[in-house]
C-alpha cells in the first residue's frame, strides 16, 4: 500500500525548532518529488516547501524562507522539514504530499499531490 | 502570486442534486489547475487535474472545465460520501503552487 506517515509535530515555545519527518513506502520514494503543505487551524491550505526527487532542488514559500529547511534520505524513504524561529503564525496541521508531473504530448504540463500523509499537529503558544 | 478565489464559501445540496464549484484565478493559468477533496478530520485527496482530467480511482460523476481564470467543479449527482470542502489549486506558478480557500457542500 502506498502510504505518508509523518510525525514529530508538538507544541513548541515561540521561537523554538521542531523537526518534522514523512515515512514512505509502497512506493519508489526516490523517484519522486516531495512538497510539504500545511493548514491552519479552520483554515484552507498553504504550500510549504519543495524538494526534488534528488534532493538538489528545493522551494520555499515566502512565509517561511530562512526559518524551514527541507530535505530527504532516499535511503531511508524519508523526507524532513526543520523548522527554527517557529511563530504563533505556523501553527497547523502539516501534510508530506508526493507530486507527480510531466508532460502531455501535446506539450501541456501536469503537476499534483496524489498522495498524501494524514498531517502532524504543529502548535505554537507559550 | 496567483491568487486562486473559490465560489460559493458554503453551497447546500440535496443528496442526488448537481453541484456546481466555481475557481477563479487572479491571472491566466492555462490548463494548469488541480481540484482536491478533504473531508473533515482526512488529508487532501486528489480529484482533477489539468483542469478537466480525473485522478486515478474518482468517480466518473466528478468533472473540471475551464482554462485562463475560470473552473468549475461539478459533481452530477451528490452521494452522501461527497459532502466535503472542495480546493482547487493552480500549478502554472510552479513551484509557487496556490489554492482557493475552499467551497464547503454541505447537506440541505
Known amino acids: 500500500e502506498v502510504q505518508l506517515v509523518e510525525s514529530g509535530g508538538g507544541l513548541v515555545q515561540p521561537g523554538g525548532s521542531l523537526r518534522l519527518s514523512c515515512a514512505a513506502s509502497?512506493?519508489?520514494?526516490?523517484?519522486?518529488?516531495m512538497n510539504w503543505v500545511r493548514q491552519a487551524p479552520g483554515k484552507g491550505l498553504e504550500w510549504v516547501s519543495y524538494?526534488?526527487?534528488?534532493?538538489?532542488?528545493?522551494y520555499y514559500a515566502d512565509s517561511v524562507k530562512g526559518r524551514f529547511t527541507i530535505s530527504r534520505d532516499n535511503a531511508k524513504n524519508s523526507l524532513y522539514l526543520q523548522m527554527n524561529s517557529l511563530r504563533a503564525e505556523d501553527t497547523a496541521v502539516y501534510y508530506c504530499?508526493?507530486?507527480?508531473?510531466?508532460?502531455?504530448?501535446?506539450?501541456?504540463?501536469?503537476?499534483?499531490?496524489?498522495?498524501w500523509g494524514k498531517g502532524t499537529t504543529v502548535t505554537v503558544s507559550s | 502570486e496567483i491568487v486562486m478565489t473559490q465560489s460559493p464559501a458554503t453551497l447546500s445540496v440535496s443528496p442526488g442534486e448537481r453541484a456546481t464549484l466555481s475557481c477563479r484565478a487572479s491571472?491566466?493559468?492555462?490548463?494548469?489547475l488541480a481540484w482536491y477533496q478533504q473531508k473533515p478530520g482526512q488529508a487532501p485527496r486528489l480529484l482533477i487535474y489539468?483542469?478537466?482530467t480525473r485522478a486515478t480511482g474518482i468517480p466518473a460523476r466528478f468533472s473540471g472545465s475551464g482554462s485562463g481564470t475560470e473552473f468549475t467543479l461539478t459533481i452530477s449527482s451528490l452521494q452522501s460520501e461527497d459532502f466535503a470542502v472542495y480546493y482547487c489549486?493552480?500549478?502554472?506558478?510552479?513551484?509557487?503552487?496556490?489554492f482557493g480557500g475552499g467551497t464547503k457542500v454541505e447537506i440541505k
Open positions: 504530499a508526493r507530486a507527480t508531473s510531466g508532460y502531455y504530448g501535446s506539450g501541456g504540463y501536469y503537476y499534483y499531490m496524489d498522495v
Open positions: 509502497g512506493f519508489t520514494f526516490s523517484s519522486y518529488e
Open positions: 524538494i526534488s526527487s534528488s534532493g538538489s532542488t528545493i
Open positions: 491571472q491566466s493559468v492555462s490548463s494548469n
Open positions: 489539468g483542469a478537466s
Open positions: 489549486q493552480q500549478y502554472n506558478n510552479w513551484p509557487s503552487l496556490t
